[in-house]
């Protein structure tokens, strides 16, 4: 029931957003059709401008795109003329769709191990290593990252593939580019996580029933441990999985994170207000992902 | 705390995580001091750590999988190209009546062709769809005669109707073609472009028989050649437009005229073109498969072709600006002359820049040599003049040179002497992908300090995005602006043209009859010396007296490829290279293979 109202309630959120991108971006000084060369008349611009109806009010213009949205429309591309916004979608989405999950799966493949490990040999040397590795990772943003990765395992060991995107060899490094960030975080988060559980009460009490550490660790402690990076979980991977500008443009993928930039600075209209409706839609999606899984895991929480 | 609402558990979970990170902070400082428990409980930790590192052998196994799933699912099985080209920005079009790039147009120059195309070498216009051409002697009246071979790629013959349809097509108002300016040339042109006329039969492009076409012209035109081999004349298929409509050019097949046809594009991927076998000079096509990728970023570009994935690096936006020097003086990158100008715009509506002694001691206190030598380091020449060297019909004039002393003399008459009283000025100029951004700031922060020094005038720097840049330059929202140019086809009107009173890319306020009647007298002389003559007198007028604008350097064009390998790209001043003459050596042997006439070129 609490779930079905969270759904309804994402509809208007949807409007809202859509028509906040939609004004945002026309209001935004020069338009798709303003280039460098001017045509050679005026009545050119006009043409242009009549055949995407930019010389109607936004507000009609909206109500034209809510209407092409309804029919499962997200309208032309105003700067990729041959191709809709619905392909845009369909050829890049499913790219960074790939790229965001084995990020996603490396985050927590490495987070989680390592805030583990840090946490359960607090105070010692190989905590302070892989805290700070961890502390590296969230620090080092992915343009610096990703060059030094092409430079150190692609030109000097050729073990891999410089860019592109065509064999699962050249998913591994933009992999480690993208959840690089994200593993750190995770690590950060379940170290914490780790240490506040051993230290409330209800460990204290299992311990002193006499329950194993290790058994008390992994079975009790980690439950509430893994909270945190749960619902940071939900974000990360909306974040992963919509692509990355600087990523897919250092390893020359073909995702989709380069549309919401370039659309944004050509001022391709329907591709911000697509995308960004895209991300919406996603973030919302995975946060009710991440209510259930909280609901699961954590036996205090329950939704009326 | 058995149920808790949706709501405090959101915000709980909110407290909790600013606790963990508040907690964080506090424990760096405890972390020495927190003893772990006991020895027993470090046996646990030891298996649990064990454990964890299970854990974590069963993430990596599940990535593994999800990589090989990859390799099974995504892989595409196609045979490799025989030539890889890294072809800069991804293209916005390949309808070749809407594309206004270079990176368009060189793909497209593959896919279809005009009745001109380009020579590989020179890059002026040669015979393509069209056998040959009549020019009456006023130089209005081109008889274009087709070639009574040629066939669309899936098979039905390209007649002269299909040349009327597409250039129809370009001017008709509801394709809305940028660049349909390119057939204003023709009579009614514009008329019909803009609404004036609803009658396509009046524009001066008709149908004599199935392999005539005649053409009239508004004035004698001498490199309306040129601009039959430029894209936006190209022949296009109307039964496919038609169908298919705005996306046409995803439909499949799709009928090709040129070269090439195309297998597949994919959006920011790769554009695949295959040799087209109907081509009317299928013979001379010399590599099958070719891969055009569209590149973001310089470092990718040299990263690729360093690691051998690309054979041709052909977008000298794709040269990182920090190593230019270094890779200039590698054998494999080539350096030529270009038809593109840099070049500042003034505001000549704003005081104190509507006084021509201003502009023209601004010009004069500018050290170009400085700024090619320190800042663009690709080889360019220092500019005094707008037309490139080299461009065709055309011999360049002297402008401005730097001569600091004479500038001084002119803002002291202009009623600024030493600077004084001189008001604070910005210099506009956009933010820009890759090394450029760099360029463009760094030159103009060697402008601001050579017109502080000579000139004792301060200047600020003002920065914007490449959207917000234009807008600006439409409106005159400016003082002083960088700008460029590139030559549309290779003749001095691209460059002069712009700068008459009415043209859309004036962006200077500055209006003169004078000028404006020069290049009307240029364009209605059909002897091609008096002609530059007169765009002679009329580009001394924008460069020496009037000074709208001050060029600063003409570009070069880099492309990067191993003459070792690779054969059929010549340098020349377009920078175009017809696709269909280009081979790698490594390959050779393929082609030769089924086309064995090629062997003895």
């Known amino acids: 029931m609490y779930f079905l109202k969270r759904l309804i309630f994402a509809i208007p959120l949807l409007l809202v957003i859509s028509a906040l991108a939609f004004w945002l971006v026309h209001i935004a000084p020069g338009g798709p059709f303003d280039r460098e060369r001017a045509p050679a008349s005026p009545e050119i611009e006009r043409n242009l401008e009549a055949k995407y109806h930019l010389n109607e009010p936004v507000w009609k213009q909206y109500l034209r795109y809510l209407d092409g949205l309804a029919h499962g429309d997200f309208g032309p591309s105003l700067k990729y003329r041959d191709h809709s916004v619905n392909d845009i979608i369909a050829q890049g989405l499913p790219v960074s769709m790939t790229l965001g999950s084995l990020a996603f799966c490396f985050a927590l493949g490495i987070g989680l191990p390592l805030g583990f490990f840090t946490a359960a040999r607090r105070g010692r040397w190989p905590d302070y290593a892989g805290s700070f590795l961890a502390t590296l990772a969230v620090c080092v943003p992915g343009f610096v990252l990703a060059p030094f990765l092409i430079v150190v395992f692609a030109l000097k060991l050729k073990w891999l593939p410089v860019a592109l995107w065509e064999s699962p060899m050249q998913a591994i490094l933009p992999m480690i580019a993208l959840g690089a960030f994200s593993a750190g975080k995770v690590a950060r988060l379940f170290r914490e996580g780790m240490l506040n559980a051993m230290q409330s009460e209800f460990v204290t009490a299992a311990r002193a029933k006499g329950l194993g550490e290790n058994r008390l660790l992994l079975k009790h402690a980690v439950r509430i441990a893994v909270l945190p990076v749960v619902s940071y979980s939900g974000p990360m991977l909306a974040d992963l999985l919509t692509g990355s500008f600087v990523i897919e443009n250092i390893f020359q993928i073909p995702g989709i994170g380069v549309f919401l930039i370039n659309g944004a600075l050509n001022r391709d209209y329907t591709v911000v207000v697509g995308l960004a409706l895209l991300y919406a839609v996603l973030l919302i999606a995975l946060n009710l992902a991440v209510d259930f899984a909280y609901t699961w895991l954590d036996p205090r929480v329950k939704y009326e | ?601």
């Open chain 2, 1 to 601: 705390m058995k149920s808790a609402s949706a709501r405090s558990r959101k915000s709980e979970a909110g407290n909790r995580k600013r606790q963990f990170d508040t907690a964080d902070k506090k424990r760096g400082a405890t972390w020495f001091g927190v003893p772990p428990s006991g020895g027993r409980a470090n046996a646990g930790v030891q298996t649990a750590t064990g454990r964890a590192l299970r854990l974590s052998q069963a993430f990596f196994c599940l990535l593994i999988s999800a990589v090989c799933f990859l390799n099974a699912g995504c892989i595409h099985r196609e045979p490799p190209a025989d030539l890889t080209i890294l072809n800069g920005a991804e293209p916005e079009t390949l309808d070749p009546a809407l594309l206004t790039g270079q990176p368009e147009m060189r793909i497209v120059i593959g896919m279809f062709e005009g009745l001109m195309r380009f020579d590989p070498r020179t890059a002026r216009p040669i015979p393509g769809l069209a056998r040959s051409v009549e020019i009456s002697p006023d130089g209005r009246i081109y008889t274009f005669h087709l070639r009574t071979n040629l066939v669309w790629s899936t098979g039905p013959p390209i007649t002269a109707d299909d040349v009327w349809y597409s250039w129809i097509r370009v001017l008709n108002p509801a394709t809305a073609s940028d660049y349909a300016g390119q057939l204003y040339y023709l009579k009614n042109g514009e008329a019909f472009n803009t609404g004036k006329i609803k009658d396509p039969s009046l524009v001066g492009i008709h149908v004599l028989d199935k392999f005539t076409v005649r053409v009239e012209l508004n004035h004698p035109t001498p490199f309306f050649l040129d601009v039959c081999a430029l894209p936006v004349t190209y022949i296009v298929p109307r039964q496919t437009i038609e169908k298919y409509g705005d996306r046409w050019i995803m439909a499949k097949p799709l009928p090709s005229s040129g070269p090439y046809e195309l297998v597949y594009w994919r959006l920011n991927d790769k554009v695949r073109l295959k040799k087209n076998p109907r081509y009317w000079d299928a013979a001379h096509t010399r590599s099958d498969i070719i891969d055009l990728l569209p590149v973001g970023s310089p470092s990718a570009a040299l990263n690729l072709y360093m690691s051998g994935q690309a054979d041709i690096v052909w977008d000298k936006e794709l040269v990182p600006t920090e190593l230019v020097d270094l890779l200039l003086k590698r054998p494999d990158f080539h350096k030529f002359d270009y038809l593109g100008t840099y070049f500042i715009r003034f505001n000549v509506t704003r005081k104190p820049f509507d006084d021509p002694r201003v502009r023209q001691a601004l010009a004069l206190a500018i050290d170009k040599e400085r700024i090619v030598t320190k800042i663009t380091r690709a080889g360019e020449q220092p500019a005094s003049h707008l037309v490139p060297d080299g461009t065709a019909n055309y011999l360049p004039v002297g402008g401005l040179g730097y001569d600091p002393a004479r500038a001084r003399q002119l803002l002291a008459e202009a009623g600024y002497p030493g600077g004084q009283g001189f008001p604070r000025f910005e210099y506009t100029f956009n933010a820009a992908a890759g090394g450029a951004a760099e360029m463009h700031q760094n030159i103009a922060i060697e402008l601001q300090q050579m017109w502080r020094d000579e000139l004792g005038i301060h200047m600020d720097l003002r920065q914007l995005e490449w959207k917000v840049y234009l807008n600006a330059m439409d409106h005159l929202d400016y003082s002083l602006a960088r700008s460029s140019w590139i030559g549309d086809y290779n003749d001095p009107q691209t460059f002069l043209g712009m700068f008459t009173s009415n043209d859309g890319n004036n962006r200077t306020g500055w209006k003169s009859a004078t000028y404006d009647a020069l290049i009307t007298e240029a364009n209605e002389q059909t002897d091609l010396k008096k002609r530059a003559e007169i765009f002679q007198r009329a580009e001394t007028l924008l460069v020496s007296n009037q000074v709208p604008i001050i060029p600063l350097f003409f570009y070069v064009g880099i492309n990067y490829f191993d003459t070792n390998k690779i054969q059929g790209v010549y340098e020349n001043i377009l920078d175009d290279h017809p696709l269909q003459y280009i081979r790698k050596a490594g390959r050779e042997s393929r082609v030769e293979g089924r086309e064995p006439e090629n062997a003895n070129q």
